[in-house]
């Protein structure tokens, strides 16, 4: 991998973008690679919880880079459009939690990497937004539809209308990020959370968030419906015997056996 680092600590993943001189700025190869390691995450029954940052201290994604772009014809913008948003929807559509670590500026597609992660913690020198319109284009990552999910299509519409950059305390404010921590706590703080969601039973984490995910495309009947699906599977597990068990004999759980 060129652009992109990978670890695994126990069952928490950190997955690293990695072209500092760009600010980490996402260019087609960066986007493949980052594809790649995400058909990996999903394969990997050991990692319980994905984490994804920037290298450096100064960004977490600059946005899709803007070099690559500046030349290109319709069909190529189409094509890398389509390639951005099919590996963000990897991301989106995996079944383990996944937290961004906004350790910098996430503008445009950084902004858009973030808004498809299931929580975004964000040090107190991040930035946020969509500055797209400033360049003479659109979100091409999924922002004019992710946004206006998380944060309400009004807000959504005047940070993409405006291109303004939003500093972290702000993020915080209109419920785009969980989180403002110090810059120097930030991976700590991100894998305490990592690490106790974790510590849960990993089948019902991973069925509470396709749940989630997909009770906000449908409507509640139907969604209502599928929560009664997911609930009734946990207890083909073993974990479910296991933590009820031990619930009613007064003992904690060891760990999970993810069965
Ligand atoms: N693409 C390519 N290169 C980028 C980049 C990007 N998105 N963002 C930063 N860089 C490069 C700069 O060109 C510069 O490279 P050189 O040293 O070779 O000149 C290097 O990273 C450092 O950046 P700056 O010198 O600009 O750093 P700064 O501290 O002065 O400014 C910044 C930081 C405000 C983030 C500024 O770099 C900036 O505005 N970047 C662009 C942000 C942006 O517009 N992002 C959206 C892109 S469009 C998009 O993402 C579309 C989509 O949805 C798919």
């Given at each position: 991998m060129e652009n992109i680092s990978f670890e695994k600590r126990d069952n928490v993943a950190v997955l690293k973008i990695s072209r500092p001189k760009f600010l980490n700025a996402l260019n087609s190869n960066t986007l493949l690679e980052l594809g790649s390691v995400i058909e990996d995450v999903k394969k990997d029954r050991d990692i319980y919880v994905l984490v994804i940052t920037g290298e450096g201290n100064k960004a977490f994604v600059a946005g899709a880079d803007i070099k690559e772009m500046s030349n290109m014809s319709v069909f190529e913008a189409r094509e890398f459009s389509i390639l951005g948003n099919k590996v963000f929807r990897k991301i989106e559509e995996l079944e383990i939690p996944t937290i961004a670590?906004?350790?910098?500026?996430?503008?445009?597609?950084?902004?858009?990497?973030?808004?498809?992660?299931?929580?975004?913690?964000?040090?107190?020198?991040?930035?946020?937004?969509?500055?797209?319109?400033?360049?003479?284009?659109?979100?091409?990552?999924?922002?004019?539809?992710?946004?206006?999910?998380?944060?309400?299509?009004?807000?959504?519409?005047?940070?993409?209308f405006t291109g303004?950059?939003?500093?972290?305390?702000?993020?915080?404010?209109?419920?785009?990020?969980?989180?403002?921590?110090?810059?120097?706590?930030?991976?700590?703080?991100?894998?305490?959370?990592?690490?106790?969601?974790?510590?849960?039973?990993?089948l019902a984490v991973r069925m509470c968030k396709v749940s989630i995910n997909r009770g906000i495309d449908v409507d509640i009947e139907t969604g209502i419906q599928f929560e009664a699906e997911v609930f009734s599977h946990c207890f083909s597990t073993e974990d479910q015997k296991d933590a009820?068990?031990?619930?009613?004999?007064?003992?904690?759980?060891d760990k999970f056996k993810n069965r």
């Open positions: 670590a906004v350790n910098g500026y996430a503008l445009g597609g950084g902004c858009e990497l973030s808004l498809c992660c299931d929580i975004r913690i964000a040090s107190e020198n991040a930035k946020f937004g969509q500055p797209e319109v400033t360049l003479g284009i659109t979100p091409g990552f999924g922002g004019t539809q992710r946004l206006s999910r998380i944060i309400g299509t009004s807000k959504a519409k005047e940070l993409i303004r950059m939003i500093d972290a305390k702000e993020a915080e404010k209109i419920g785009l990020v969980n989180k403002v921590v110090p810059q120097d706590v930030l991976m700590d703080e991100v894998m305490d959370l990592a690490n106790s969601i974790s510590r849960n039973a990993p009820m068990t031990a619930f009613l004999d007064k003992r904690k759980i």
